[in-house]
């Protein structure tokens, strides 16, 4: 998640800093010359100039819309972003208040035909596809890209954009974009991918897509129910398949598909979908799997139960969060709200507000504005009619027969806030309403993604309003589908998947004059919790026994590992030379102190937020990052009563490939302990290398005293989204010296030298009795006397 954050920033950065300089260099030469619009021609700007770096022998290509009906393209994120498409293309970066030169390409970028079949935001930057490629127009710092790696004609994009936070997870939604032919047959359809904001793509990899039959009318990223959905069309019918458990094993319910629809993903990731084209209007709520038409009130009674039926031709159709208008040729605009179980639209009426040319936008919660481009006389700009419409006064009007809002409040303080579920955590949210004196509403509570996030809500009455209305209280608990243990295997998502989900709090039925009364919506990542890291316990140091000194350890202190102790290639070989290890303090402090003839295993922390959370009990795994081989296990594959054959550091590291020396982490741990582990246990006797878990397995060290630097990775896949590691060092003490005889040489010498003591004792008495042992003991007795007569004389002598 974090690399295409990063590519994608990484680009914009290096373009500011080019465009910057090269700006500044403009600026001091061309004083004088064309002025220069800072967004390509696309925004408000100088009305006489040129596009950046044009003049009048180099026109730029102007871009225009394949369709015969137009389009608004507003940024989900930055309001005052837009793209209008139609028989001339404009970007705008102020809502349209300045006047707009038509949007073009250099012609440096060659083009060809600048026809636009395709447009979408990604984060930052504005993709087009013209020509049947990708190209990636910066608005910010005026400058043009093609994108790279797309190897086939492509015709659309498809991507959405978060704006909940700043979170990882929020960026990747923003960067992930894809690329496709619309119309190819599904079983060879070439389908791009990218997580860089568009800058490159990669062949993307459907599962089953050589199975699918039909043509492809799209490819999405349903953020809201984490999954890829194609949209496959056969014989006038249209229905989705998914790519991830549990929803990939069926396909979404067919719906009627008699022209090329277009398919607008609403802002905030609720799986709201739109479907139209000039005779057709259809919506799905959660992400495809049913699509229904949109039905036509006239006050309470339904007059089309479909678009289609009411013989109008859809010229554009404009949605934001909660809300869908649409404009026909024969001047009709219809409203809607994109609430629970609504599906209705209400037609205004009839004014003189369709041209060729015009569109929809919503500025605002319920302001629409009907935008038409005029031509300047003068220059060679654009100037955008507006025509505002107040959805709330003109709903007041009785001749719509429209129903009084019930509810006078609906309001959470999770509203439009984005949260994070990790494994075994849970989610307290609360919403308050306040319906109107004498009205019952409703409330309902929702996720889009139930496969993965679980809920339980409990409402109650909470006092009253100063006017004596009833305040009632909405406590929503969520957890992980998967630990609630309500529902069926087959129902949830796979649990070692990082998902999301939206919770909307909403009013069943909500009638359409409730427009202030937004739903109440958050994004819930269940995935990793950035704020939790792990920590060693170190309560007794090798600083605190004195053993070592914390100003040395500081003062670029080193030492030496024995060539024989480390194998730099990991494989438990003896290394050439002695290697020269500078310890980082900042980064160990003082190193555990560890008696190396007690089997020791770390105490590991959880902490989040700076507060202690708990002590893992998880599985996990340690290295010695210097290549120490000086330790072993107190358990082996048999001991540790495994099934299969476990894991270890050679295997994982045979296969590690780009990952590096730190490649075991919970996405390739398999526990020997389960059945989902096949490999045969042939080898009982290897050491288990995995700690803590269902196991009591120890570290036991050589006989060697020194510093131990260790990696430790957290890898049951049943803990936490999160890559938990840390590095920690160790001082092993208490050895004593190798002995330089072989230890086999010794024991021999000493059992001799024991049994020819008790050969002696048993010997010598026996042959003190012969004679010869008499001549013996005699002549020791003269030496003896001879040497005491002799140390004598020489003492007299001094």
Not at 273 to 290: C, H, M, R, T
Not at 555 to 579: C, H, M, W
Request: a negative charge; hydrophobic letters at 40%.
């Amino acid at each position: 998640m974090r690399q295409a954050q990063a590519a994608c920033a990484h680009a914009q950065t290096v373009k500011r800093l080019l465009l910057a300089v090269e700006g500044q260099s403009r600026r001091r030469s061309s004083k004088g010359d064309d002025a220069v619009v800072a967004d390509g021609g696309g925004g408000g700007g100088d009305l006489a100039a040129l596009p950046a770096g044009q003049s009048s022998a180099t026109m730029p290509d102007r871009l225009y819309f394949s369709s015969m009906t137009t389009r608004l393209i507003k940024h989900p994120c930055k309001k005052n972003v837009a793209l209008y498409l139609g028989r001339q293309v404009f970007l705008t970066t102020d809502n349209f208040e300045s006047s707009l030169l038509p949007f073009s390409i250099p012609t440096s970028m060659q083009v060809g035909t600048p026809k636009v079949t395709s447009a979408h935001f990604a984060g930052p930057v504005l993709l087009l596809v013209l020509n049947q490629k990708v190209y990636i127009y910066d608005y910010e710092v005026n400058s043009w890209n093609a994108s790279v790696g797309i190897k086939h004609p492509v015709s659309h994009l498809s991507g959405d954009n978060c704006c909940y936070s700043e979170h990882p997870s929020c960026m990747d939604i923003s960067n992930s974009v894809f690329a496709y032919l619309h119309g190819d047959q599904v079983s060879e359809a070439n389908i791009y991918f990218s997580d860089s904001c568009g800058y490159t793509f990669q062949k993307f990899a459907y599962e089953r897509q050589a199975e699918l039959a039909g043509s492809l009318g799209g490819v999405f990223y349903f953020h809201s129910l984490s999954q890829v959905g194609l949209l496959l069309i056969d014989q006038g019918k249209a229905m989705f398949c998914y790519s991830h458990h549990p929803v990939n094993h069926s396909f979404g319910l067919p719906f009627d598909y008699n022209g090329t629809l277009d398919i607008l993903i609403t802002p905030g990731q609720k799986g709201i979908l739109i479907f139209w084209f000039e005779k057709s209007l259809l919506v799905s709520w959660n992400a495809g799997q049913l699509v229904d038409p949109v039905e036509v009130k006239e006050g309470r009674q339904i007059v089309y139960s479909s678009l289609s039926e009411a013989k109008v031709t859809i010229h554009t159709v404009a949605a934001n969060e909660n809300e869908l208008a649409v404009l026909t040729q024969e001047n009709h605009l219809y409203y809607g709200n994109l609430g629970v179980l609504s599906r209705s639209l209400v037609k205004f009426a009839d004014q003189n507000i369709w041209s060729q040319e015009a569109a929809l936008m919503f500025t605002n919660v319920g302001m629409l504005e009907i935008l038409t481009p005029l031509p300047d006389s003068v220059f060679l700009a654009f100037d955008f009619q507006k025509c505002p419409v107040n959805i709330q006064a003109i709903l007041m009007d009785p001749k719509l027969q429209v129903d009084v809002c019930k509810v006078e409040l609906l309001q959470g303080e999770f509203e439009n806030k984005m949260y994070t579920i990790d494994m075994n955590s849970a989610l307290e949210l609360t919403a308050l309403m306040i319906p109107r004196p004498g009205m019952s509403p409703v409330p309902l509570v929702m996720v889009s993604n139930p496969h993965s996030l679980g809920l339980q809500a409990v409402i109650y009455e909470d006092g009253y309003t100063y006017d004596g209305n009833t305040k009632h209280r909405l406590n929503i608990s969520l957890m992980q589908q998967h630990h609630w243990g309500r529902a069926d295997p087959n129902f949830t998502s796979s649990i070692r998947r990082p998902t999301m989900s939206t919770i909307t709090v909403d009013i069943a039925n909500k009638e359409i004059s409730c427009v202030d009364l937004k739903p109440l919506t958050a994004l819930v990542s269940v995935g990793c919790d950035l704020e939790k890291k792990i920590v060693i316990q170190n309560e007794i140091t090798a600083c605190y026994n004195g053993i070592l000194d914390p100003v040395a350890l500081q003062d670029n202190y080193s030492y030496v590992i024995e060539r024989d102790a480390y194998d730099p290639n990991f494989r438990g070989q003896k290394a050439t030379r002695d290697l020269v290890v500078h310890y980082h303090y900042e980064q160990l402090g003082c190193p555990h102190l560890v008696y190396y003839d007690t089997p020791w295993k770390p105490v590991v922390e959880l902490w989040r937020g700076g507060k202690f959370k708990e002590v893992v009990e998880a599985e996990y795994v340690l290295l010695e990052v210097n290549g120490l081989f000086t330790y072993t296990y107190s358990l082996t594959a048999g001991t540790a009563f495994c099934t299969a054959q476990p894991q270890n550091w050679t295997t994982i590291l045979e296969h590690a490939g780009d990952k590096g020396l730190f490649a075991w982490d919970r996405e390739n741990y398999v526990s020997c302990h389960t059945d989902d582990n096949k490999a045969p246990l042939r080898w009982p006797d290897v050491p288990y290398q995995i700690l803590g878990g269902p196991t009591d397995n120890k570290v036991v060290f050589d006989q060697r005293n020194g510093m131990y630097i260790f990696f430790l990775s957290i890898v049951d896949p049943h803990y936490s989204y999160c890559r938990l590691e840390t590095s920690f060092s160790v001082y092993v003490y208490g050895a004593f010296p190798m002995s330089v005889i072989p230890q086999e040489s010794t024991v021999f010498l000493l059992t001799g030298a024991i049994l020819l003591t008790v050969w002696l004792a048993y010997i010598l008495p026996k042959l003190l009795s012969t004679e010869k042992g008499l001549r013996l003991k005699g002549f020791w007795v003269r030496l003896y006397g001879r040497c005491r007569q002799s140390c004598a004389c020489w003492q007299g002598r001094r």
